[in-house]
């Protein structure tokens, strides 16, 4: 059974969680961030594959090494794209993908966005095999975790932003798992992080849930108006097709226009944050 959607209140929390299985405790959140993760995850030698037991995608949890430290990572390989239309869990899809890929071109544009949500992410060959290594957050939590501890987060108003971006990730992305309450994780520093954007990037050129978007951050829209088609396909044409761009830039222009709307509605202080 699928998981219900994600709760969106300031509610959401995390509490600090030792990893599964009797391992070491190892830092929180990520260990290491920018170029120093992704020159680790695009040269580091595996010591061990496991299966992570949990999402439709298989994916598998590597243990990896560059000689200095030792990091575990996600590994995952699915690459599958359906033209037409497929009968899915909450009824019938358009152009479906669910792809490796995808999770490269999620962290290239999150780097495009300045937001910080999505965890390091490379594209890299491993046995023969070509898929995307996204580095692991350590000591994470889910919003299934959080509903059963009932925690609360220190600063709401920092939590409250984090997860306005994640909403707007979400819309941008036309990411059809994004009902997931599994795909959002929280450190114990209540940093929020975005993983799973296999299921991203579509053609559709219209929002999947616009309600969902009622404020936004000045600097994130500052960088989502600067986005163009030349700094599209340098940093994700590798991985996303001319039509999967050119969806982006459509529901990018959606949500200019929301916001403009929304301002005019509530005025510039009740939609912009700091």
Not at 34 to 56: C, D, H, M, P, Q
Request: with cysteine.
């Amino acid at each position: 059974m699928r998981p219900s959607r994600l709760a969106w209140g300031a509610a959401i929390a995390i509490a600090c969680a030792f990893p599964a299985g009797g391992q070491e405790p190892r830092a929180p959140g990520l260990a290491i961030e920018g170029a120093r993760a992704e020159e680790f995850l695009g040269k580091a030698r595996v010591l061990k594959k496991e299966s992570i037991g949990t999402g439709i995608t298989r994916p598998d949890r590597l243990t990896l090494t560059d000689g200095q430290q030792t990091l575990r990572a996600v590994w995952k390989t699915i690459n599958v794209h359906t033209l037409g239309q497929q009968r899915m869990e909450f009824g019938w899809e358009f152009d479906f993908r669910d792809s490796w890929k995808s999770e490269v071109a999620a962290y290239e544009l999150d780097k495009l966005l300045g937001l910080g949500l999505v965890p390091p992410t490379v594209e890299r060959s491993i046995d023969g095999r070509t898929g995307s290594l996204q580095l692991w957050v350590e000591k994470a939590m889910t919003e299934d975790d959080r509903r059963t501890r009932k925690v609360e987060p220190p600063d709401l108003q920092k939590w409250n932003r984090q997860l306005h971006n994640v909403r707007l990730f979400h819309q941008l992305t036309y990411n059809t798992d994004f009902h997931n309450i599994r795909n959002v994780l929280f450190d114990p520093e209540f940093r929020v992080y975005l993983v799973d954007s296999s299921r991203a990037f579509r053609i559709q050129r219209s929002l999947l849930a616009p309600d969902d978007l009622v404020c936004f951050s000045r600097s994130a829209l500052g960088k989502l108006k600067a986005l163009d088609r030349p700094a599209l396909e340098e940093h994700l044409g590798p991985w996303l097709g001319k039509m999967q761009i050119e969806g982006l830039l459509a529901r990018r222009d959606v949500i200019l226009a929301l916001i403009d709307e929304r301002i005019r509605e509530k005025g510039e202080g009740a939609v912009l944050l700091p």
